[in-house]
């Protein structure tokens, strides 16, 4: 089993619908959950972090997270042919300033927006 | 430009040689970090340091590979004997030390991508 788990894709929405993203991540201990948004060829760009149980809303991007379940999801409203993208769920398990500071990643969900 | 830079971008060798990778994290940042990316797949940690300390290394750091921050402000990231199984994208990341939150947030560079003939 993958530490952090997603689907590859590729996710088709129409543009200005809903894309929702999953992950799921098998680590109980990890603390710090992070979106990162990577155009092909380019690096990750982070999108969004999330840290405690809920919703996080920063623009068109909603983070949730249930750590009971081990779940980080990623919603984008109204997509945007610009939003085409691979997403990557990354999880980091804190145990204060000393610990381990790595991110570990999913493979990424590739997102398609359809104009 | 105040993000993190890797030089060079590119870079085609043969297998058996040696390269040397440079990342320059942002001027703030005390944490970097090096990842190795390959098609279709996350970034998967290599190394980290604080300041000129290397704090965590991953098992993917073979004894071919070696990397150093000798002043606690830019890294290098070297890999001898290149094999085939190494070319990838080697992605550098930087983080400050201060604010509880802003630490967890790794910020990344566009990368170098190796390619080993």
């Known amino acids: 089993q993958k530490e952090v788990e997603q689907n590859s894709g590729p996710l088709s929405v129409p543009e200005g619908a809903i894309a929702s993203l999953n992950c799921t991540y098998s680590?109980?201990?990890?603390?710090?959950f992070f979106w990162y948004r990577q155009y092909s060829g380019k690096s990750p760009e982070l999108i969004m972090s999330?840290?405690?149980?809920g919703d996080k809303e920063d623009g068109r991007f909603t983070a949730q997270l249930n750590k009971a379940s081990q779940y980080v999801s990623l919603l984008i409203r109204d997509s945007q042919p610009s939003d085409s993208a691979t997403y990557l769920c990354?999880?980091?398990?804190?145990?204060?300033?000393?610990?381990?500071?790595?991110?570990?990643f999913g493979s990424g969900t590739r997102l398609q927006v359809q104009p | 430009d105040t993000g993190v830079s890797q030089d060079p971008r590119h870079k085609i060798t043969k297998r058996g040689q040696n390269v040397t990778f440079r990342c320059d994290p942002i001027?703030?940042?005390?944490?970097l970090y090096w990842y190795r990316q390959t098609l279709g797949q996350g970034p998967e940690f290599l190394t980290y340091?604080?300041?000129?300390?290397?704090?965590?290394k991953s098992r993917l750091l073979s004894d071919r590979f070696s990397a150093e921050r000798p002043k606690g402000s830019f890294s290098t990231l070297e890999i001898q004997r290149t094999e085939q199984g190494d070319s990838a994208m080697y992605l550098c990341?930087?983080?400050?030390?201060?604010?509880?939150?802003?630490?967890?947030?790794?910020?990344f560079g566009a990368g170098t991508r190796l390619s080993v003939l």
């Open positions: 990341a930087s983080s400050p030390s201060r604010g509880e939150l802003a630490k967890n947030i790794q910020y």
């Open positions: 680590d109980r201990g990890s603390q710090s």
């Open positions: 999330i840290y405690s149980n």
């Open positions: 990354a999880v980091r398990r804190d145990k204060g300033d000393t610990g381990r500071r790595a991110l570990t």
């Open positions: 001027s703030e940042h005390n944490r």
């Open positions: 340091f604080q300041n000129e300390a290397q704090l965590e």
